[in-house]
């Protein structure tokens, strides 16, 4: 960054051009999202084709008046490490109401009819436990 005295307005900071007008942060060719919603199920954890394993969770987050209430489905993958924070994730009940901050980007693929869909795919970076469902007396 470097300065320019402006007449009679003082000392002014100017970009460099590689910089952006509207942020701090380098650009990222990645789209963040965050959802406040409710854990469809339980988390499960899946194998990869290349032998990793993979958390994958349904986050529903649901938007407009009570009475036309609309709700989202949101496919979440988390490849966190073994560990404490990888068990609690898989110890959430459904109905948990979560904060989830990740990368979003689009994907296709081949339907199994030869058709090509379009797909949303949230990598999880982020997520936080807002509030966990009622206990029931029988669980």
Partial sequence: ???VM???????STLSSSA???STTPAR??????IVGHLGDTPELQATSTGHEVLKYVVASSSGPRDNRQTSWFRVSSF???GPQR???RGLPKGTLVYVEGDATMGTYQDAEGKTKSSL???QRSIEVLKRPAQTESA
């Fill in 80 to 82: 966190l490490p073994e």
């Fill in 6 to 12: 402006r007449r009679g307005l003082g000392l002014t």
């Fill in 1 to 3: 960054m470097s300065f």
């Fill in 29 to 34: 060719r990645v789209a963040r999202i965050t």
């Fill in 121 to 123: 795919n949230i990598m």
């Fill in 20 to 22: 952006r007008a509207f």
């Fill in 87 to 89: 068990e609690l994730l």
